[in-house]
Nanobody, 125 residues
Framework: QVRLVESGGGSVQAGGSLRLSCAAS????????MGWFRQAPGKEREFVAA????????AHADSVKGRFTISRDNAKNTLDLQMSSLKPEDTAVYYC??????????????????WGQGTQVTVSS
């Protein structure tokens, strides 16, 4: 079982940048595909980005393509999300999640087995 802890959230003005990190422990990090999801108040949890076990393949939601980049360091057991050109609509709680397998379901939040507690990102206009 893997434990996930997010960090790096905060408040930023539109156009700014933030880097989220997710630290994994208690399991073999490289055995999991990883994803970032977000949930704004009153909205459903939505896919942001995912990366395969080796870090050689990634997917990003259309809404964040060209602005956000997911990456991982299997030696350090960390997952990152670099966010640039932030918009007020990016405001949400951001979660990292782990899935034992990589496949066409990686954009589906309920396919993931393990979740962090979330970190708040607030973008003001």
């Amino acid at each position: 079982q893997v434990r996930l802890v997010e960090s790096g959230g905060g408040s930023v003005q539109a156009g700014g940048s933030l880097r989220l990190s997710c630290a994994a422990s208690g399991g073999t990090f490289s055995s999991y595909a990883m994803g970032w999801f977000r949930q704004a108040p009153g909205k459903e949890r939505e896919f942001v980005a995912a990366i395969n076990k080796a870090g050689s393949n990634a997917a990003h939601a259309d809404s964040v393509k060209g602005r956000f980049t997911i990456s991982r360091d299997n030696a350090k057991n960390t997952l990152d999300l670099q966010m640039s050109s932030l918009k007020p609509e990016d405001t949400a709680v951001y979660y990292c999640a782990a899935d034992p397998e990589w496949g066409p379901w990686v954009e589906t939040w309920n396919e993931y087995d393990y979740w962090g507690q979330g970190t708040q990102v607030t973008v003001s206009s």
